[in-house]
């Protein structure tokens, strides 16, 4: 079967860097997404890694290791408006989004 | 980047009754979008893609005939969930690819149903 693995939730210190883990088992891949939630809203795009390494955009970054079915989101500088569910998704061969359960991530000042 | 829309926001309807939520793409066509539901506290979860101009298609285990799927244009998508139930509230979320690349998808802000 599809799964997609990552923490339930996590608690970080504002001005700290955290970073949020996603593992994936799926048929086929076309690439791994980030998405970020804010309780109550819909998710909002945050990047896409489909080759190996890293991606940086702003304060957040985000890796891709293919072989090892594995991916994270780093979040540096945090600020108490990142207090949201981070979701991650993968494409599989059939080109649908398969989501993970999202992972809470909790800022305190 | 491209903006989804959706309508209504949040909606409280009485059992046994039908629900539309539309769906709309506003700066891009869109020949395909998703709908998804989401229970508190449970990641997103596929119910259907509705494809313009033919019959949408179901995940396993959505009814197709309570989750009416409309895809009129290439800028709107409806859902009609018939005789709604209490077990139907959720928070329903669309979304449309902009293109036809593989890459964001663009998130309607959601509808929040509750059902008495």
């Known amino acids: 079967g599809q799964n997609i693995d990552q923490p339930t939730e996590m608690t970080a210190t504002e001005g700290a860097i955290v970073q949020i883990n996603c593992t994936y088992q799926?048929?086929?891949?076309?690439?791994l997404f980030w998405y970020q939630q804010h309780a109550g809203e819909a998710p909002t795009f945050l990047s896409y890694?489909?080759l190996d390494g890293l991606e940086e955009k702003g304060r957040f970054s985000s890796f891709l290791s293919r072989s090892k079915g594995y991916s994270y989101l780093l979040l540096k500088e945090l600020q108490m408006k990142d207090s949201a569910s981070y979701l991650c998704?993968?494409?599989?061969?059939?080109?649908?989004?398969?989501w993970g359960a999202g992972t809470k991530l909790i800022i305190k000042p | 980047g491209a903006v989804v829309s959706q309508h209504p926001s949040w909606v409280i309807c009485k059992s046994g009754t039908s629900v539309k939520i539309e769906c709309r793409s506003l700066?891009?066509?869109?020949?395909?979008m998703f709908w998804y539901r989401q229970f508190p506290k449970q990641s997103l979860m596929l119910m259907a893609t509705s494809n313009e101009g033919s019959k949408a298609t179901y995940e396993q285990g959505v009814e197709k005939d309570k989750f009416l799927i409309n895809h009129a244009s290439l800028t709107l998508s409806t859902l009609t969930v018939t005789s709604a139930h209490p077990e139907d509230s959720s928070f329903y979320i669309c979304s449309a690819p902009e293109g036809q690349g593989i890459h964001e998808q663009f998130f309607g802000p959601g509808t929040r149903l509750t059902v008495l």
């Open positions: 700066d891009f066509q869109a020949t395909t």
């Open positions: 890694n489909v």
């Open positions: 998704a993968v494409m599989d061969s059939n080109y649908q989004l398969i």
């Open positions: 799926t048929s086929g891949f076309n690439g």
